[in-house]
């Protein structure tokens, strides 16, 4: 028996993404968030404490409150790859099932002060310095994992439903220019795409989108940090597909 409703499967197969609760158990998404808090290092009470560069962080980008962490291990965190999560991505991308990750990336935003927006979308797979191919593409599904409630202007993904048809279209009207999607995301903004919607997780959702589909982050001008993560993994074929960093790729089932 599956895990997502026929509705939701419809919507994934018809915007693109899907935002999905219930796949991580509230207790389970609870102790992650205390995870993150800790590997931060920061305290949820203390603002004083949100600003400070994390140790051990591999990117760290003051303007954009961002803290990045390449291949945690940790238990916690590790723990919201349930079942369930599996046979959603499963269900999404028609397998019976899918291998699991093994590590986690981090996308952390802490606030700043500054305007906020909507942004333009773009695509998955895009830094230059991996060049990855349009078709068959790095990944048929991705999936964003959020360990704390997000409010407006709090660092939500902005989505555009819809739009990997779109962009789908427009890479196959010229596969030749369009080889790269490091030149095909250059070109989206020609495309109209609707007006993205912000979506405003909460703690333990799960944020899935298939290939091609456009979205983008937005800022955190909020009240409070902001975690999300996606998976990491070792295996040749992730290693291959997607690479990320010299010992992992991302997560590519």
Request: proline share 7%; with cysteine.
């Amino acid at each position: 028996m599956g895990v997502l409703t026929e509705a939701q499967r419809a919507q994934y197969e018809r915007d693109g993404y899907l935002l999905a609760s219930g796949l991580i158990p509230e207790d389970v998404a609870e102790r992650a968030e205390a995870a993150m808090w800790r590997i931060m290092g920061m305290v949820p009470d203390d603002p004083e404490t949100w600003h400070r560069e994390p140790e051990g962080v591999a990117g760290f980008q003051v303007a954009r409150g961002l803290s990045v962490f390449n291949g945690l291990r940790d238990r916690d965190l590790m723990a919201c790859v349930t079942p369930h999560y599996l046979k959603a991505t499963a269900e999404l991308i028609g397998e019976d099932d899918v291998h699991p990750p093994e590590a986690v990336h981090t996308q952390n935003k802490v606030p700043v002060n500054g305007a906020w927006s909507l942004p333009r979308a773009h695509v998955d797979g895009i830094p230059r310095e991996h060049m990855h191919e349009t078709f068959p593409g790095p990944y048929r599904i991705a999936s964003l994992v959020f360990l704390s409630d997000v409010k407006h202007k709090g660092g939500g993904t902005a989505v555009f439903p819809g739009s990997h048809r779109k962009i789908l279209a427009l890479a196959e009207s010229d596969r030749e220019k369009y080889k790269y999607l490091f030149h095909l995301n250059r070109d989206i903004p020609r495309l109209d795409l609707g007006d993205p919607i912000e979506l405003t997780p909460k703690r333990g959702d799960v944020l899935f989108f298939t290939y091609l589909f456009g979205h983008n982050g937005t800022a955190n001008v909020g009240g409070r940090p902001r975690w999300m993560m996606r998976y990491f993994c070792s295996c040749q074929g992730c290693q291959t597909r997607w690479k990320k960093t010299e010992d992992w790729g991302l997560w590519s089932p």
